[in-house]
């Protein structure tokens, strides 16, 4: 086995394999295939805090303080970075704003609404 490459330029996603002629995309290994609406709404009832927003899902998290938001986005961060999947990001002083969409499928797919149960879970 390969270990797994930062980039890759064939695809979007962190990328497996040994020359850019024999690429695997890890987002292979999990459907890409845009929701329904009544799969998002369906998902929508497991993250309670989330709301959609067009073809993205949205939280605003209320922290102490900087720090404290600065923390949780480290917390933020560290599973995104494992689930390769990233949300966009806003920080006003205390206050998180996180947004989910899988720009390379176009609109909302079953990584977001994962992904977002995960950073639920955080709170």
């Known amino acids: 086995m390969v270990a797994p490459r930062r980039s890759c330029t064939a695809c979007s996603g962190v990328c497996l394999g040994r020359s850019a002629d024999e690429v695997t995309c890890e987002w292979y290994a999990v459907s890409m295939s845009l929701l329904t609406e ?4 369906d998902e929508l009832g497991t993250v309670p805090r989330w709301t959609r927003d067009g073809d993205s899902i949205v939280t605003v998290t209320e922290r102490a303080d900087f720090r404290d938001a600065l923390l949780y986005l480290g917390a933020v961060a560290y599973l995104a970075e494992t689930a390769g999947h990233h949300p966009d990001i806003t920080i006003n002083w205390n206050k998180v704003t996180l947004t989910l969409s899988t720009h390379s499928a176009g609109g ?16």
């Open 38 to 41: 009544t799969q998002i709404s």
């Open 108 to 123: 909302l797919t079953e990584n977001d609404f994962a992904l977002a149960r995960q950073i639920s879970a955080l709170s």
